[in-house]
C-alpha cells in the first residue's frame, strides 16, 4: 500500500508538472504572436525592429524575472542545488517558467504601442526594470496575498479581488505602462498635418492575422492552465474564453465596418476581458464581456487617434490596458450569482483593486521610463525614424529583392 501511495504521489506530481509545461509552452507561442502582430501593423521599414524587439524583451524579461521578480511577487529565489530544485518533479521550476511568459508579455504589450520611433537599448533596460519590480510588486499584491491588501478587501467588501488569468495583473498593468511610454515618446513623425490625422496603413494584413490567430490558439494556454495543477482545470474557463473571444469577433466586425485590422484584434479584446473571472462567469456573461470589449476596443482606438492625438500604434492601450479594466470589473458583474456565475466575488473589491494596479502600473512606468529618459532618452533622432528603425537599428531591411 505505501508503495502504491508513493507511486500515486509520483504520478500526481509529473502530471501537474507536465500540465503546467504545457500551458506555458503555449504561452510562450503567444510571444509569436506579439511579434507577428506588429510586423504586420507598422511600416515596412520598421518591420525587422518589431521581430527583433519581442524576442529580445523576452530574454532580458526571463533573466529580470529569474534572479529579482519571481523573488519580489513569491519570495522564492533559485538559487540552490538542482538536486533540490528538481523536486516533486521540478513542478517549481516550471511553475516559474508559465509566470515567466506571462511577465515577459508586459514589454510585448509594451512594444506595440512605442513602435516605430523607440530606441532599443533603452527599451530593453526599461523591460528589465518593469519585469523585475514593478509587474512582479502588483502580482505579488494579488496572487501571493502579499503585503495584507487583499485580506483588507475580504475583510472589508467581503472578497478579494479576482483575477484568475490577469486582465488586471498582466494586460491591465501592461497596457496602462504602454500608456505612459507613449505619451512620452510623442507621435511619429509626419502622423498629423494641420491637426489632422495622416492614415499610416498596416504593411502586411496577412502577417497581422496571422499573428491575431498564433494569440488568440495560445490564449487557452494562457486562461486554461492558470488553474496551474490538473485537478484545478475547468472546462467552464474555456468555453467562456471561446465565447469572450466570439464576442470581440462579432462587434469588432460591426463596429469597425469590416477593418481586418480591427475583427483581428477583437477576440484578442475578448479574451482579455475575460481572464479575470473566466473560472466564475456563465458563458453568456463571457459572451457579453467579450462584445463589450470588441466594441470598446474599436471606439476607444478610433477616438484616442483622431481627438487625442495619442500615437499608440497598435492599440494596447484600449485593448490591453482598458479592457483588462473592464475585465476585472466584469468579473465583479458576471461573476457574481445574479448573473449566473459562481459568486464569491465583490464588485467593490473588483474595482478597487483594478485601480490599484492602474496606479503601480502609471506611477511604476513613470519611475523607470522618467529616468530613462531623462538620462539617455528614449526616443531615435529625426533622421533614423525616417530611415526606419530597421535600417538605423539592425542594419538589414526587412525584404531583399535582389
Request: net charge negative.
Amino acid at each position: 500500500m505505501e508503495n502504491l501511495n508513493s507511486a500515486v504521489e509520483i504520478l500526481i506530481q509529473s502530471s501537474n508538472t507536465l500540465f503546467i509545461l504545457l500551458g506555458a509552452i503555449m504561452v510562450l507561442a503567444m510571444h509569436a504572436g506579439f511579434a507577428f502582430l506588429e510586423v504586420g501593423t507598422v511600416r515596412q521599414k520598421n518591420q525587422v525592429n518589431a521581430l527583433v524587439k519581442i524576442i529580445a524583451d523576452f530574454g532580458f524579461s526571463a533573466i529580470a524575472y529569474f534572479f529579482i521578480g519571481y523573488w519580489v511577487a513569491y519570495d522564492i529565489t533559485f538559487l540552490s542545488s538542482a538536486e533540490q530544485l528538481s523536486a516533486n518533479s521540478g513542478y517549481e521550476l516550471v511553475k516559474f517558467f508559465f509566470l515567466m511568459t506571462f511577465a515577459a508579455a508586459i514589454p510585448a504589450i509594451i512594444s506595440g504601442g512605442i513602435a516605430e520611433r523607440a530606441r532599443f537599448y533603452p527599451m530593453l533596460v526599461g523591460s528589465f526594470f518593469t519585469v523585475g519590480l514593478v509587474y512582479p510588486f502588483f502580482e505579488g499584491v494579488i496572487w501571493n496575498s502579499n503585503y495584507g491588501f487583499q485580506d483588507w478587501l475580504s475583510e472589508t467588501f467581503g472578497a478579494a479581488f479576482h483575477d484568475f488569468a490577469g486582465s488586471v495583473v498582466v494586460h491591465g498593468v501592461g497596457g496602462w505602462i504602454a500608456l505612459v511610454v507613449v505619451a512620452m515618446l510623442g507621435i511619429r513623425n509626419g502622423r498629423y498635418r494641420g491637426g489632422r490625422l495622416v492614415a499610416f496603413a498596416p504593411s502586411n494584413i496577412p502577417l497581422l492575422a496571422l499573428g491575431a490567430w498564433v494569440l488568440t490558439v495560445g490564449w487557452f494556454g494562457f486562461n486554461v492552465m492558470s488553474a496551474q495543477t490538473m485537478d484545478g482545470i475547468s472546462g467552464l474557463v474555456a468555453v467562456n474564453s471561446l465565447m469572450a473571444m466570439v464576442g470581440g469577433i462579432i462587434t469588432s466586425l460591426f463596429v469597425g465596418k469590416n477593418d481586418p485590422g480591427f475583427i483581428h484584434n477583437g477576440p484578442l479584446a475578448g479574451l482579455v476581458a475575460v481572464c479575470a473571472g473566466s473560472d466564475l462567469m456563465h458563458p453568456v456573461g463571457a459572451l457579453v464581456t467579450g462584445a463589450v470589449a470588441g466594441a470598446l476596443f474599436v471606439w476607444l482606438f478610433t477616438y484616442i487617434q483622431n481627438k487625442l492625438m495619442l500615437d499608440d500604434v497598435l492599440g494596447v492601450w484600449p485593448l490591453h490596458g482598458v479592457c483588462g479594466a473592464w475585465g476585472g470589473i466584469a468579473a465583479g458583474i458576471f461573476g457574481s450569482e445574479a448573473f449566473g456565475g459562481l459568486g464569491g466575488v465583490s464588485l467593490a473589491s473588483q474595482f478597487i483593486g483594478t485601480l490599484a494596479g492602474i496606479i503601480v502600473a502609471v506611477v511604476g512606468a513613470a519611475i523607470v521610463y522618467g529616468i530613462i529618459k531623462k538620462t539617455v532618452g528614449l526616443r531615435l533622432t529625426d533622421e533614423e525614424e525616417y530611415n526606419g528603425a530597421d535600417l538605423s537599428i539592425h542594419k538589414i531591411g526587412a525584404i531583399n529583392l535582389d
